[in-house]
């Protein structure tokens, strides 16, 4: 499937020294396997979840350490079964992206060098993860959400679809992006209770921008008040989003 590379931005992971940063972010130690970064990653989300007091900032990256180092264990036991269990999400995903483009959009992809360096550019594409979409005024807001959950695109960490047509079903489709630390729906139909359902689903959610929408200013108050956790932004919004310098908002 052939990309239009200008609406693609790619982003590379940092890597570790000898040791991982996703192991070190555990507490992790050779020799790796799956059932002690489960058990890892379970004793520190117990402090680190927002639900527990835990800062989002904090939660996220141990979810990111704890995705990085279940691929990591994944793909040193047997490349071969990687391989075969990759290729199907991978073009799920990029089904997604060329979607994105078509639309007008931009969406990032990031790319995890270790990888790369141990079975070449030609297999390492299969753990691209989509990170980033920006994709305004959507007429059909509802059903590309449904389509981005179809597609499974749940590794997204940034949903910017400011002035699209989007109702409370259609918000529904976005419960199982636990990964999303940024959502912009301004202009869009969000209203409050359809967030209020929404939110708690979302734990690494960082920042909501909910300018133009049905929310009055009462609310707006319930809202920080209950998620208080989360920046939530109803004037202008910024020109750049906390956490995503690498992404074109221009």
């Given at each position: ?8 931005d ?36 117990l ?12 939660f ?13 264990v ?22 997604v992206v060329?979607e ?11 790319r995890?060098?270790w ?6 550019e ?6 691209e ?11 059909d ?16 960490v940034e ?16 419960s ?8 912009n ?66």
């Open positions: 499937m052939q990309r239009q590379t200008d609406k693609v790619v982003a590379l992971q940092e890597t570790g020294s000898e040791r991982p940063a996703f192991m070190e972010v555990l507490g992790l130690l050779p020799p790796y396997e799956a059932a002690d970064v489960k058990a890892a990653y379970r004793a520190k989300a402090l680190t979840h927002p639900d527990r007091g835990g800062d989002p900032a904090d996220n990256r141990l979810k990111d350490a704890y995705d990085q180092a279940l691929e990591f994944a793909f040193s036991g047997s490349r071969r079964e990687w391989i075969a269990a990759r290729v199907e999400p991978y073009l799920l995903q990029e089904e060329a994105v483009i078509k639309r007008g959009g931009r969406v990032q992809v990031e995890i060098p990888m790369e360096k141990s079975c070449g030609d297999f390492a594409h299969l753990a993860r989509l990170r980033r979409i920006k994709l305004h005024h959507v007429a807001g509802d059903n590309f959400l449904k389509f981005l959950a179809d597609h499974k695109a749940h590794f997204l949903l910017d679809l400011a002035g699209s047509r989007i109702t409370s079903q259609g918000l529904n489709h976005l199982s992006f636990d990964a999303l630390r940024s959502l729906l301004s202009g869009t139909g969000a209203d409050a209770r359809s967030l209020r359902n929404l939110l708690p689903s979302l734990p690494s959610l960082e920042w909501l921008n909910v300018r133009g929408t049905k929310l009055g200013w009462w609310n707006r108050f319930i809202l920080r008040r209950a998620f208080s956790h989360i920046s939530i932004v109803t004037d202008t919004t910024p020109a750049v989003i906390p956490g995503s310098e690498t992404v074109d908002h221009s």
